[in-house]
């Protein structure tokens, strides 16, 4: 379905605060079968009722979704996924360990949510955002609302209102600015199975905070590791190449000594390329850079990581480089990203 043009309002809620006049109007367009953008403490949300498989259909056509990638099920507390989940216990502990905050969380489906949302599993994943502008929309929707990454598909992720106007203005009913996001990479997504948890997607909660909850914790191989062909993914997300800037994005792994002796070899050269770069790294001169943050400061990292992607994207450079980030706590959330983003492409220095 190609998405038609639309008129889209844009509404400024400052990020602690909300605006009843607003968020009513925003939740009466949800009711409807409408799309609302709003913020999250992740990245920005495209939401539509999730009951409505009509209103859903609206978000696959307006981020040029692949049908087969399901939808995340927002909800305003962790109990209202009793309408349309099995919950078990370990959800309640997760719920009160995570929730509000930022985890998705996949369970057996009651059915409810039409397969159109979920792209035809028996399972839903379930979120309960901690942003107040999210929780106030959740609560004047009076609905679960289903709400991917407010991108086009295969884009960056967006933590600003600006990168959400780049991409969807013209196809959304309305964009709420709520300022940039706080953690900048999306959720962490586990599945609850017989044993424990599956981490399916590294974020924000990550695999060292999930084992205080759940002794047994596995961590998918996709998140890692590149998938072939024929593996069919437990969360069909995986499969797709995400994140990706235009130009071809290497990861350097190697020390320090060895990135810095390779960026002063690639001023030398003339390449037309670009290096994402620690802040330390930032004086060499003649070296075109985006600085990701201090090298020690992971939030700083995710915060900064799509919006680089996306600078990076506009600075017209045949080539980008950036550090291999560490695959333990919140580095494993960024690994994840970077890697996909560079589809596995690796330089040891
Ligand atoms: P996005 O909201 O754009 O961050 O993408 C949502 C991610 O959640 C995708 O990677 C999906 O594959 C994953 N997801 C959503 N629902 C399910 C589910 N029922 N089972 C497995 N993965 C899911
Ligand atoms: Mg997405």
């Not at 495209?46 to 049908?67: E, H, T, V």
């Not at 930022?102 to 309960?128: F, H, N, Q």
């Amino acid at each position: 379905m190609i998405s038609e043009q639309i008129a889209t309002e844009i509404v400024k809620i400052s990020p602690d605060g909300r605006n009843d006049n607003a968020l009513r109007r925003a939740g009466d367009i949800l009711r409807r079968g409408g799309l609302v953008v709003f913020p999250t403490e992740t990245v920005y949300g495209l939401g539509a009722n999730a009951r409505s498989a009509d209103a859903c259909a609206r978000i696959f056509a307006a981020k040029g979704r692949p049908q087969d990638n399901p939808l995340i099920v927002h909800v305003a507390s962790p109990a209202d996924a009793e309408e349309f989940c099995f919950t078990t216990p370990l959800y309640y502990k997760l719920a009160e360990a995570f929730m509000p905050g930022p985890i998705t969380v996949i369970m057996p489906s009651r059915g409810v949510i039409p397969k159109e949302v979920t792209a035809g599993l028996d399972s839903v994943g379930v979120r309960c955002p901690s942003h107040p502008v999210a929780h106030h929309l959740l609560v004047a929707a009076g609905l679960p609302v289903a709400a991917p990454s407010a991108n086009l598909s295969g884009r960056p992720s967006p933590t600003s209102a600006d990168h959400v106007i780049a991409d969807l203005f013209g196809r959304v009913d309305m964009i709420i600015d709520g300022g940039d996001a706080d953690i900048g990479l999306e959720s962490t997504i586990v599945k609850i199975n017989e044993e424990g948890l599956i981490l399916l997607r590294p974020g924000a909660v990550t695999y060292d905070a999930l084992l205080c909850v759940c002794e047994k914790v596995s961590i998918a191989p996709a998140v890692t590791d590149p998938l072939s062909e024929e593996e069919r993914p437990l969360s069909p997300g995986m499969k797709y190449r995400h994140y990706a800037p235009k130009a071809p994005l290497f990861l350097l792994e190697g020390n320090d000594e060895a990135r810095r002796s390779f960026m002063i070899e690639k001023i030398a050269s003339g390449e037309n390329c670009l290096f994402l770069c620690y802040e330390e790294e930032m004086t060499l001169p003649g070296l075109k850079a985006l600085s990701i943050g201090k090298k020690s400061d992971f939030e700083t990292q995710g915060r900064r990581l799509f919006a680089c992607l996306r600078e990076a994207d506009a600075a017209g450079v045949q080539c980008i480089y950036a550090p291999m980030p560490p695959r333990s706590g919140m580095g494993l959330a960024l690994y994840n990203r970077l890697i996909r983003a560079a589809a596995h492409q690796v330089i040891s220095l």
